[in-house]
Structures are given as structure tokens and as C-alpha cells.
């Protein structure tokens, strides 16, 4: 019954920002953990980042770690992803999701149950 919804999604330069936002109705935001991923045209999903429910413990792929920051708004059921440095290689349609459970297990795609529709980003000249 939970619902996710991205956005923030758009055209970037090699090396500048973009921050994005997922929306999050229907569940207990609070209590989850809830991740990111991207998928590039002819790949498989690939975790990004994830943020804990409880201790707001934060977890990165070697790829993005330093460059990317996730954080959450309890108040507001909010998660975001700021992602600075910009490279071509992070042009992707990114995800938010929620595991079925409440606790972080890894980064694999399959633990996460709830999924959003994704928005794109695109890192070009």
C-alpha cells in the first residue's frame, strides 16, 4: 500500500550538482530503511546509497562514496540525494526504494520490496 514518487531529476554538466527527492506515503518512513539505485540502458540496477531508519546510518557504492550524500526528513517522509561532482558514468534512471523489512541488509536490489517510478538523470555537455 506504500507508494514512492522521485523527482529532481534532469540535464546536468560534467561536474556540477543535483539533488534529488523521494517522496515517501503509506508507510512507517520512520522506522525504514530506505535506499537509492540507478540503472543505465543495458545494465542491471545498482545500488547507490542507503540511509538506516533508525540511527540514520549511511551506507555508499565505491562509486559515488565522497560525491554523493544521502539524508532523510522524518518529519516530512523525505529522502534525498545530493550528488556533486557529476560525471557522464552516473548518467542513469535513479530509484528510490524501501526493503521489506525495516532494517538495512545490503545492497542488493532484491531486498527491497517498495519501489518508485524512477527519474531520470542525465550528466552531458
Known amino acids: 500500500q506504500g507508494q514512492i514518487a522521485e523527482s529532481g531529476g534532469g540535464l546536468v554538466q560534467p561536474g556540477g550538482s543535483l539533488t534529488l527527492s523521494c517522496e515517501t506515503s503509506?508507510?512507517?518512513?520512520?522506522?525504514?530503511?530506505m535506499g537509492w539505485f540507478r540503472q543505465a540502458p543495458g545494465k542491471e540496477r545498482e545500488f547507490v546509497a542507503a540511509?538506516?531508519?533508525?540511527?540514520?546510518?549511511?551506507y555508499y557504492s565505491a562509486t559515488v562514496k565522497g560525491r554523493f550524500t544521502i539524508s532523510k526528513d522524518n518529519a516530512r517522509n523525505i529522502v534525498y540525494l545530493e550528488m556533486n561532482s557529476l560525471m557522464p558514468e552516473d548518467t542513469a534512471v535513479y530509484f528510490c526504494?524501501?526493503?521489506?523489512?525495516?532494517?538495512?541488509?545490503?545492497?542488493?536490489?532484491?531486498?527491497?520490496?517498495?519501489w518508485g517510478p524512477g527519474t531520470q538523470v542525465t550528466v552531458s555537455s
Open positions: 503509506g508507510f512507517r518512513f520512520d522506522m525504514y530503511a
Open positions: 526504494a524501501a526493503p521489506s523489512t525495516y532494517s538495512y541488509t545490503g545492497p542488493s536490489a532484491v531486498r527491497y520490496a517498495y
Open positions: 540511509i538506516t531508519g533508525l540511527s540514520d546510518g549511511t
